[in-house]
Each structure stands twice: as structure tokens, then as C-alpha cells.
């Protein structure tokens, strides 16, 4: 049989133990407490689901981790989870905002170099009309000088044309003042002998 000495030390060390016990629940109660099954208050509002009702008292997110690692296998799972990590680092931030910001300077440039381009095709498309136009103009000019000189070199053979003609009357105008000076004199010339 133990001996009461036995006894009252075990007593002693029960009655420690639950003072410490006692201490540890009124600690553990003075901090809060995180459940960590439920992302928010809300979510006790709703039904649990499907899932969480067969895994039991496990959270989805653990089952659902469970079940990558089945389906999937454990290296490809933790490849992920270390690739999302990786993601939140802020190296990978910064290359993100500046991959982004590079992005957007370079559709800036595309968009502006594309409305060049049709600036210049316009531009393009006017200096030829224009040029089109200017020919246009030029031909017809040039129509206009050959008919022009046509028309001056008709002009010029009609003066000259004209010019002998009215060469030609003065010389009959000559002729005919002549053959009348003549007639005028021999009309004088016989009133004169027919006087004597």
C-alpha cells in the first residue's frame, strides 16, 4: 500500500498542477481567440457546405489543400504555393508595376505612331490629289498655249495675208492715182493745146 507520505506529496503536486491549469485558462481566455475554420463572422450566417460537412471539423481550405496534394501530387502543390509567394515578394511587385507601366508607354507609342502613320497617309493621299490636280492644270495650259500659238500663227497669216492685200490695193489705188494724174493731165494738157 502507498504510504501517506506518497499520498499527500501526490495530492500537493494535483493541487499545483491545477493552480497552473486554472492560471493557463484564465491566460488563454484573456487572449483572443482566432477561429481559424471561418474566414468571416458572416460566414456562420450561411450553411457549411457539402465538403466541410464530410471532412468534419477540418476547414475547406484544408481540405481543399488536401485534395490538390491527392489529385495533383505534393511537389506540384508546393511548386504553386511557392510560385504565389514568390508572386507577393516586392521584387516581383516592382517588376509588375514597372512591366506595367512599360506596357502602357509602349501602347501609348503604338497608338500615337498608328495615328502618324494615317496622319502621313493623309497627307500622303492630299499631295497626291494635289499633284493630280497641278498635272491637271499644267495639261490644260498647255492646251491653251498650243491653241494659243494656233491662233497667233492663224492671226499672223491673216495680218500678213491682210498685208499684201491692202499692198496690193494700194498699188491698184497707185495705178488707178496715176492713170488719173495722167488723165488729169492729158486733160490739161489738151484744155491747154485746145486753148492755144
Not at 506529496?9 to 484573456?30: A, H, M, S
Not at 508546393?78 to 516586392?90: D, K, N, P
Not at 492630299?126 to 495639261?139: F, G, I
Request: net charge negative.
Amino acid at each position: 500500500m502507498p504510504s501517506v507520505k506518497k499520498l499527500e506529496e501526490r495530492g500537493r503536486k494535483l493541487k499545483e498542477q491545477q493552480i497552473v491549469v486554472i492560471k493557463q485558462k484564465e491566460d488563454f481566455k484573456t487572449e483572443p481567440v482566432i477561429d481559424v475554420t471561418t474566414l468571416h463572422r458572416s460566414a456562420e450566417l450561411f450553411f457549411t457546405s457539402a465538403v466541410s460537412t464530410l471532412s468534419g471539423s477540418l476547414p475547406l481550405g484544408t481540405v481543399l489543400t488536401i485534395l490538390l496534394i491527392h489529385v495533383c501530387g505534393a511537389d506540384l502543390v508546393a511548386a504553386v504555393s511557392a510560385g504565389i509567394l514568390h508572386l507577393f515578394s516586392i521584387n516581383v511587385f516592382m517588376d509588375l508595376v514597372f512591366g506595367m507601366i512599360t506596357l502602357h508607354y509602349v501602347n501609348k507609342m503604338k497608338r500615337e505612331r498608328k495615328e502618324l502613320q494615317r496622319k502621313l497617309q493623309v497627307m500622303e493621299q492630299d499631295c497626291r490629289d494635289e499633284a493630280a490636280a497641278l498635272q491637271e492644270v499644267k495639261n490644260k495650259l498647255k492646251t491653251w498655249m498650243h491653241h494659243i500659238r494656233a491662233t497667233a500663227e492663224d492671226m499672223e497669216a491673216e495680218a500678213e495675208e491682210t498685208k499684201q492685200k491692202l499692198q496690193a490695193r494700194e498699188k491698184e489705188v497707185n495705178i488707178f492715182n496715176q492713170s488719173e494724174y495722167l488723165l488729169v493731165g492729158n486733160e490739161n494738157v489738151e484744155q491747154e493745146t485746145g486753148q492755144a
